[in-house]
Structures are given as C-alpha cells and as structure tokens.
C-alpha cells in the first residue's frame, strides 16, 4: 500500500512562512499528480494546490493564490509547498495527496491515496 508522510507542519507567527514536505515511503511509487489539501475540525478538506508529475500543470486554490507554491521535491514521488504570508486562517491540518489515474481535481474524492496530515498553526 502507498504511503505518503508529511513533514514540515508547525507553529508560526502571522506573515511567516513554512514549507512542508511530502514523500511516498513506499519504493518506486509513481503518480499522474500530486497536491495538498487542508482542513478544520468540522469542515471538509480544502484544496489547497496540485501539480502533475511532469510539472506542466499546476493550480491553486483562491484562498492562498500568489501565497502559496507547490514544486516538486527531490525524490521520485514527492511534493513540497512553500507557504508564505501565513494568516491565522491557515491555521488547518495539511494533508498531502496523491493520483494515480488522472482523474484528479478539487474534489478530495478525485485523490487515490492520502498522508496523515500536518499541523500548521498561525497564531497571532
């Protein structure tokens, strides 16, 4: 089974910035697209950005457009997302996605395989 681990989530003041990190640990996983997703106790998960493997298609959700960038990390199935001009409303657990088919898109449903997410909190 794929297993995606995510690091880089922690406390940070209003206006600064962190990156957190996603790779599969399982050997030689390989993925149509790979993104983020965050969400509240009570809320469903946010899209938050995504990019194919290839790099050649990437998006953003409104909500951290121009804050936020998603690259490629240095292993073979892995994602970074760079967040700067962090607001108290970022304050979520960030989970790192992944897709195996191209069926992927905004709707959480759309991912195959899920990381166990990542505190980020913006406190003020």
């Known amino acids: 089974q794929v297993q995606l681990v995510e690091t880089g989530g922690g406390m940070v003041q209003p206006g600064g910035s962190l990156r957190l990190s996603c790779v599969a640990s399982?050997?030689?996983?390989?993925?149509?697209?790979m993104g983020w997703f965050r969400q509240t106790p009570g809320q469903g998960r946010e899209f938050i950005a995504a990019?194919?493997?290839?790099?050649?298609?990437?998006q953003y959700g409104d909500a951290v457009k121009g804050r936020f960038t998603i690259s490629r990390g240095s292993a073979k199935a892995s994602v970074d997302l760079q967040m700067n001009d962090l607001r108290p409303s970022d304050t979520a657990v960030y989970y790192c996605?992944?897709?195996?088919?191209?069926?992927?898109?905004?709707?959480?449903?759309?991912?195959?395989?899920w990381g166990l997410g990542t505190q980020v909190t913006v406190g003020s």
């Open positions: 996605t992944a897709d195996s088919f191209g069926g992927w898109g905004i709707p959480a449903a759309s991912w195959d395989y």
């Open positions: 399982t050997p030689d996983s390989s993925f149509y697209a």
């Open positions: 990019m194919t493997s290839s790099g050649r298609t990437i």
